[in-house]
Structures are given as C-alpha cells and as structure tokens.
C-alpha cells in the first residue's frame, strides 16, 4: 500500500492528541521528515493554543 500525504493528514488528529500507536506516531514522523509543507502543517497545528497534546513530549516532527 502507498501511503500519501492525504492519508498522513487523516491520521493527524490522534497523532497529535496522543492517541495513536506508536506505529502511527512513526509512521506520521518518517513522512513528515520527507515532507517539509507536511512537516510545517504538523509544527503549526501543534503549537496551536487548542492543540489538546501539551501533554506530549516535545515534538517529535
């Protein structure tokens, strides 16, 4: 299966609440290294004020 950005971008809600597997973490993670629009997208929503993930690690992407 070939994963694209617009399946990346389905997964980012749980990616960034916390809630997905470690599998999903990584997965977004390796594609957003290779992706540097994608990879801003994530930075932003993150550091986003109702971004419900503060309690996370610092950000991985």
């Known amino acids: 299966m070939h994963v694209t950005r617009d399946v990346v971008r389905d997964l980012l809600p749980a990616y960034l609440s916390g809630e997905a597997s470690a599998d999903t973490n990584a997965l977004v ?33």
Do not use: I, N
């Open 29 to 61: 993670e390796s594609f957003a290294a290779g992706d540097p629009a994608l990879a801003r997208e994530v930075e932003w929503q993150w550091s986003s004020p109702c971004c419900r993930c503060r309690s996370r690690s610092a950000g991985a992407v």
